[in-house]
């Protein structure tokens, strides 16, 4: 990929590109400034800390649509209604007197793999790295709902962050829901902390929603209102964002669930351009992290040159959390491609070779590294 200052192709009268801004189709071309610029601020794991069983808060990947608010947490309100028994009203103190519950979780942007794809859709341009885990703590969202007592004619939970902007025209505060028996789940969390400390701003200080097992624009960031609702929320992050679709026209199918994915932790010492990498023949480690949002990673296997061997597992961190795996390889010398293919419970297993979508959302294709031993 180069980066340019060619603009992604403008259909004036064409569907509204829902990822991006409006008129924005897929593209062949050159990275633009306008992707440059998403990359910049949204940034990813480097993947060198698939070592770590936590990630670093500072180096977990980070998606933010519009700007990162700054609010003073002493004067926040959680405002929880709709059909309800009774509405509530929280502050961040009387949030931290609740129980409280910490839930290790695997978050993942669906547009992870986005940049792979050809034709390119336009957005937030991911290679592989859109991916972190931390420790959430906070307070069980059922244990709010169950508060407020739940209408039995509900059909959604909408959440609404305080961060607000335009996308593909449409002025918006970020906002996602949930279905009722998502919301339900003891593991669904509002959380005010990150790995034991307050949360950073940039992943919703002072309080976020964490859906585990969802891809991660389910966990609305500075969270600021629950609405409980009788019929669908249509908002734009809902529908017509994050669907796989075929064609801009497609009505398509909501994202959800983390797709089975496996990541390996570069073998050796990169070129600083290319990141191609190098390593010296004898004995080497080959290692990565595995998750799915679908169920437990069931097996990993690695590939080298086309071969296939399965991993060693290790215990995962959680229910929705990565599981480390390794397989010991004697590196020859010459040129090789290495590979990682995780499979879950549901046997779901990674695809070989990609499937576009228009929206680029959900690519788990296997990751191939190429190595030079020498
Ligand atoms: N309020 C708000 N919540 C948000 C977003 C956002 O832009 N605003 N981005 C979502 C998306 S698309 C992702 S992938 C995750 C990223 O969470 P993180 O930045 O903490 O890793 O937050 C989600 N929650
Ligand atoms: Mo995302």
């Known amino acids: 990929m180069n ?12 569907e509204q590109a829902l990822v991006g801004a409006p008129g924005l189709q897929p ?22 800390m698939l070592r770590r069983e936590v990630t670093p808060p500072g180096l977990h990947y980070v998606l933010t649509h519009f700007d990162i608010p700054d609010p003073d947490a002493s004067s926040w309100h959680l405002r929880i209604g709709g059909a309800v028994e009774r509405a509530l009203e929280l502050g961040i103190a009387a949030l931290h007197r609740d129980p409280a519950i910490t839930v290790p979780v695997t978050l993942e942007c669906a547009g992870n793999g986005r940049s792979l ?8 341009p991911w290679v592989l790295e859109a991916v972190g885990t931390a420790y959430w703590t906070g307070v069980p969202l059922a244990y709010l709902l169950g508060k407020a007592g739940v209408l039995p004619d509900a059909v959604e939970v909408v959440f609404t ?10 002025p918006q505060q970020y906002a996602r829901s949930l279905p009722i028996r998502e919301a339900l789940r003891p593991d669904v969390v509002l ?26 624009m389910a966990s609305v960031k500075w969270l600021q209102s629950i609405d409980v609702v009788r019929s669908p929320f249509t908002g734009f992050q809902q529908q017509p964002a994050y669907r796989y679709q075929s064609t801009a026209d497609d009505a398509g199918t909501p994202v959800t669930r983390i797709r089975v994915r496996s990541l390996m932790v570069p073998p050796g010492v990169p070129d ?7 390593l010296r023949p004898g004995p080497v480690m080959l290692e990565g992290r ?15 040159d086309g071969t296939w061997l399965p991993a060693h597992l290790d215990k995962p961190v959680g229910g929705f ?9 004697v590196a020859d010398p010459g040129e090789h491609v290495l590979a990682c293919r995780a499979t879950d419970i549901t046997g779901a297993t990674q695809p070989l070779e990609q499937n576009w979508n228009y929206q680029g959302m959900g690519n788990n294709v296997v990751q191939r590294v190429s190595v030079t031993v020498e």
């Open 3 to 14: 980066y340019s200052n060619q603009q992604p192709t403008r259909e004036p009268s064409a």
């Open 27 to 48: 593209t062949s071309g050159p990275l633009t400034r306008e992707e440059l610029q998403l990359a910049a601020r949204n940034h990813s794991m480097p993947l060198e």
């Open 321 to 329: 959390a990565w599981r480390r795996w390794s397989l010991p390889w």
């Open 272 to 278: 600083f351009f290319t990141r191609r990498r190098f």
């Open 290 to 304: 595995a998750w799915s949002g679908e169920g437990a990673v069931s097996a990993v296997e690695v590939g080298i």
């Open 117 to 124: 794809l050809e034709p390119r859709p336009v957005s937030q």
């Open 161 to 170: 962050g305080a961060d607000a902007g335009v996308q593909g025209g449409v």
């Open 191 to 216: 959380a005010y902390k990150m790995n034991g400390a307050d949360l950073p701003p940039q992943h919703g200080y002072p309080l976020r929603l964490v859906v585990p097992g969802w891809y991660g």
